[in-house]
Nanobody
Framework: QVQLVESGGGLVQAGGSLRLSCTVSGGTISTFVIGWLRQAPGKQREFVAGIGRSGRDTYSGDSVKGRFSISRDNAKNTVTLQMNSLEPEDTAVYYC?????????????????WGQGTQVTVSS
C-alpha cells in the first residue's frame, strides 16, 4: 500500500525557516503529482503548494508565494517544501498528499493518498 510520511515540522520563530520532507513508500513517487496542504485550528484545509510528476511544474498558494518553494527528488522518493520567512499565520498541520491527476489540485478531495501530517508552529 502506498504510504506518505512527512517530517521536519517543529517550532520556529517568526522570520525563520523550516524544511518539510515527504517520503513515499509502497509506490513510485514519479507516478504522482504531490501537493502540500495545511489545516490551522478552526480553518478549512488550505492548498499550499504542488509539484508535477517530473518536477518541471510547480504551484503555490497566494499566501505563500515568494516564501515557500517545492521540489522533488524522484530517485529518493522524496518531495521537499522549503519554508522561509515564516509567519504566525503559517501555524498549521501540514499534510503531504498524492494524486493521480495530471495537476496539483487545490481541492483536498482530489488526492488519493495522505500522510499523517506534521505540526508547524511559528511564534511571534
Amino acid at each position: 500500500q502506498v504510504q506518505l510520511v512527512e517530517s521536519g515540522g517543529g517550532l520556529v520563530q517568526a522570520g525563520g525557516s523550516l524544511r518539510l520532507s515527504c517520503t513515499v513508500s509502497g509506490g513510485t513517487i514519479s507516478t504522482f503529482v504531490i501537493g502540500w496542504l495545511r489545516q490551522a485550528p478552526g480553518k478549512q484545509r488550505e492548498f499550499v503548494a504542488g509539484i508535477g510528476r517530473s518536477g518541471r511544474d510547480t504551484y503555490s498558494g497566494d499566501s505563500v508565494k515568494g516564501r515557500f518553494s517545492i521540489s522533488r527528488d524522484n530517485a529518493k522518493n522524496t518531495v521537499t517544501l522549503q519554508m522561509n520567512s515564516l509567519e504566525p499565520e503559517d501555524t498549521a498541520v501540514y499534510y503531504c498528499a498524492a494524486t493521480t491527476r495530471s495537476y496539483a489540485s487545490s481541492r483536498d478531495y482530489d488526492y488519493n493518498y495522505w500522510g499523517q501530517g506534521t505540526q508547524v508552529t511559528v511564534s511571534s
